[in-house]
């Protein structure tokens, strides 16, 4: 009740039938297309690939980030946004995990708000206990008290109630445990089987909620392990696990987990501790709802970025030779981080491992041509540079200074670019 107080359960009777049959379809459809992959990710320089497998769903020209590895969404359908499914099929399935994301947007809102409530009143019955030690204190405090108090909510937290929950994309896993040759044991408490070892979930909104949707598929043998007796947690159902962060003094809580359940980490739950996902015999999806960081992770946010970059490429409209507009090494150094950027942290991903989307929709094809062009331009850019600086006429010093802080931004290009060739 003290150190796990955020994390929240709805059991499944809670959910309206009509969205488990949607969503539950919906994660179906996406299995039997194959449209569920496992990443390579990098951890600590080396590359390993995902146990659990997954697909991204969300906001169109959102992205999310985890171990290196950028994850493109499968646009789910919004009004006004025009998108191509390959199928009616994974049309019914995005617009059933949009149906999903709303009612856990709902849910999450709901949560925090009793939460702020019962701090509230915990607040007030503590001030109440202090009073009854001093009469006289007493009297003027409640004087002082408005008489609605415990109902309020703190204002800040208001504002940013809607900005906490509001989900963006879900990251859709997939697992059949049966089909991994090897599981990790679970470290600390002897939870069993891992299917996601312990880890705090990466490129988030500050304090937002994450909400997670799981789907077990349970069957004749989690029907005969419920018959045993057994012992702590029972290893043919799915839990989910939680941890104090970097602490394993204090007892870590293991969660149950059964088909159509929902379980909500509030606050800043996701910053404080740790979870882990211990796996079951039976194959189980899960829909995990984020309010991803996306200030430098969509097709808004880069298209920006290469349009400041392009300001100083002109070009002459008799020739049609292009030009810099300034040589100043701020400038300069400025644009070429944008050229690093669009290479490494999108086109270079995409083209790595977000073209398997294309077996959903063609959605994010304009848009990476278009990043090409840019990305052109920019290399057209570079050879500008590397031509001004060789000339005679460049006063010794700036041109010495323009080197430098190129050579710097060139020198991790050419780094990247070998590893990304390895990979």
Request: proline share 3%; aromatic share 10%.
């Amino acid at each position: 009740e003290t150190k796990y107080s955020k994390l929240i359960f709805r059991k499944s009777d809670t959910v309206p039938e009509e969205l488990h049959q949607m969503v539950q379809e919906g994660f179906l459809t996406l299995q039997k297309h194959n449209y569920f992959f496992q990443d390579l990710v990098r951890i600590k320089g080396k590359d390993f690939v995902t146990p659990v497998s997954r697909i991204l769903i969300g906001n169109a020209g959102c992205t999310y980030k985890y171990l290196n590895t950028r994850l493109f969404t499968v646009p789910w359908p919004t009004e006004g946004c025009d998108i191509k499914y390959c199928s009616p099929q994974i049309h019914d399935a995005c617009k059933a995990l949009i149906r999903l994301n709303d009612y856990l947007h709902i849910e999450a809102v709901k949560a925090l708000q009793e939460q702020n409530l019962s701090e509230t009143k915990e607040i007030k019955h503590a001030t109440v206990t202090d009073r009854e030690q001093n009469f006289a204190t007493s009297l003027m405090e409640r004087e002082s008290v408005p008489e609605d108090q415990s109902s309020c909510v703190p204002e800040d937290d208001y504002r940013s109630l809607k900005n906490r929950t509001s989900y963006n994309l879900t990251l859709l896993n997939y697992m059949d445990p049966l089909q991994m040759l090897y599981l990790k044991q679970e470290p600390y408490f002897g939870m069993g089987n891992m299917a996601v070892s312990w880890h705090h979930d990466e490129n988030l909104v500050e304090r937002s909620t994450v909400a997670v949707y799981s789907y077990s598929c349970e069957g004749s043998a989690m029907e005969e392990t419920n018959e045993q007796k057994m012992k702590g947690r029972d290893p043919a159902v799915w839990h989910v696990g939680l941890k104090v962060a970097w602490d394993i003094e204090t007892p870590g809580l293991a969660m149950p987990l059964h088909q159509g359940d929902i379980y909500l980490m509030l606050d800043d739950l996701n910053m404080t501790h740790q979870h882990c996902v211990l796996a079951g015999f039976s194959p189980r999806f899960s829909s995990t709802h984020r309010v991803a960081d996306c200030s430098r992770g969509t097709l808004e946010y880069i298209f920006r970025q290469c349009e400041l970059a392009l300001q100083n490429l002109q070009t002459d409209s008799d020739s049609m030779a292009f030009s810099l507009k300034s040589l100043e090494t701020a400038v300069i150094k400025q644009v070429e981080e944008i050229h690093n950027e669009v290479e490494f942290e999108w086109l270079r991903q995409f083209w790595f491992q977000g073209k398997r989307y294309l077996k959903c929709t063609d959605w994010w094809l304009k848009p990476m041509a278009k990043l090409e062009e840019f990305w052109r331009k920019m290399e057209i850019m570079t050879s500008l540079v590397l031509s001004e600086v060789g000339k005679e006429e460049q006063i010794e010093e700036q041109r010495n200074e323009t080197i430098s802080c190129f050579l710097i931004v060139l020198t991790e290009r050419q780094k990247l670019r070998k590893v990304w060739t390895a990979r």
